[in-house]
């Protein structure tokens, strides 16, 4: 049952996503067809939706029409189809940075092995030791791609397509064109294992030089905007609070030689209620933390999706800090004067 609805998914998907999201899966190391994903992600994405709309109406406590009160119910579903493609993203980027940080030293081994005249195939099983991880499998399936019979040009663009890593795709025409052009190989391996040591080492110090940057952001986000956002909630729960206890009545005939402004102030209704308040500044701090997240994931690594982690620990942070604050100011606030 699941193979077959699984198969109409996957067939009645525009062909530009599927490809897509074949690609991912293929960079993820995740060996499921298309329809598949697509048809895990697709059940989950609904009852998340459904949770999430009936969440938002209680939290919001208002009587609205049933047609607006299902609206939200295909944007959860779009947000969370985008945010299971996005994670299928990330590990896929992540395989490709453990492949990356250890390239350098395993570039330097196939050159060694290639100067004491061992054949490229064996030079690259040879060089898949275990302290390389990912790189170590990737390196073998190249050599066992050329042992059964594939070209070296072939077996590398395979690689190439395996890992989604500029610098591996780069790495793979080198190779290719070197040996198209009876190029040194060895000595283009370790020409290229120093330039990519060098790359790093200058990554380091432009993430050193933006460092002040990314502890600006992080304070502004994650620490002082839930903070301020609980004092002015605190300071409007307390004013309707006071409000509330004051006789309107016996004070509108006072009230009105002081002026229309005042006495307006003190016996007009309030149309945006604490609650309110709450709800806002906490979808505020919701969307600013996942924003601030990509921007110090871009800050770091150069891509939104490299730190993805970061985005549920800043969430977190950000409304347990409103949470925990707003809560204080208003127990001491309505102690003090209440």
Known sequence: ???????????????????????QL???GLKIGVGLWLFGTGILSILLSIGSTILLWTLIKY???MWLMLLPLPIFFIIFMLAFYNILVYFGKKRANQIESVLPDALQLIAANM??????????????RPEFGLLAKQLELI??????????????EHFSQRVDSPLVRRVST????????????????????????TFRVLEEEARANIASYIVFIVMAVVLIAPVLYSIS???????????????????????????ASLAGW???????????????????LFVSAIFAALVVSVLQTGESLQNLPLVPIFVAVSLGLFIAAITVLRSVLLGMFG
């Open 1 to 23: 049952m699941v193979k077959r609805f699984s198969s109409v998914i996957a067939q009645t998907t525009p062909l530009h996503y599927t490809e897509l999201i074949e690609r």
């Open 26 to 28: 293929v960079y993820a």
């Open 63 to 65: 009587e609205l029409p």
């Open 115 to 128: 100067r004491a005249d061992i054949p490229i195939h064996k030079s690259l099983v040879l060089a898949a």
């Open 143 to 156: 050599g066992e791609e050329i042992i059964t019979g594939n070209s070296v040009d072939v077996a590398f």
């Open 174 to 197: 080198l190779m290719r064109e070197s040996l198209r052009s009876g190029h040194d190989i060895a000595g283009l391996l370790e020409g290229m294992a120093h330039d990519i040591r």
């Open 233 to 259: 909630i605190s300071f409007v729960d307390l004013s309707t609070t006071v409000r509330e206890r004051l006789n309107i009545g016996e004070m509108r005939g006072a009230v009105a030689s002081a002026g």
């Open 266 to 284: 003190i016996t007009a209704e309030q149309s945006i209620t604490p609650d309110t308040l709450v709800i806002f500044a906490g979808a505020n």
